[in-house]
């Protein structure tokens, strides 16, 4: 069975910093995308950042900056380095890969709470 396991999570003060990893484990045979996402409280789930296979990257507007996605394809695993962190980057944060053959999966999800 795929899984996504998310570490990195925690409170931090505003401008502080905070790493996020996600190692994919199972029987995979190829990983295109993957990506960070999160969702506030009462709001919907949204892009943060998602990196291809190749490397290329994508931010939100919010983000850009001040977060970055990195990724390891032989170790299976994407990075999010935070900095300058505000508090509306309070959310919990999951992981996505897009699987070969067995389609999108999400990780379990890590709070990340800054305080002002």
């Known amino acids: 069975q795929v899984r996504l396991v998310e570490s990195g999570g925690g409170l931090v003060q505003a401008g502080g910093s905070l790493r996020l990893s996600c190692a994919a484990s199972?029987?995979?045979?190829?990983?295109?995308?993957m990506g960070w996402y999160r969702q506030a409280p009462g709001k919907q789930r949204e892009l943060v950042a998602t990196?291809?296979?190749?490397?290329?990257?994508n931010y939100a507007d919010s983000v850009k900056d001040r977060f970055t996605i990195s990724r390891d394809n032989a170790e299976k695993t994407v990075g999010l380095q935070m900095n300058s962190l505000r508090p509306e980057d309070t959310a919990v944060y999951y992981c996505?890969?897009?699987?070969?053959?067995?389609?999108?999966?999400w990780g379990q999800g890590t709070q990340v709470t800054v305080s002002s």
């Open positions: 996505n890969a897009q699987f070969v053959l067995l389609g999108s999966k």
């Open positions: 199972g029987p995979i045979i190829s990983i295109n995308n």
């Open positions: 990196v291809t296979s190749a490397g290329r990257t």
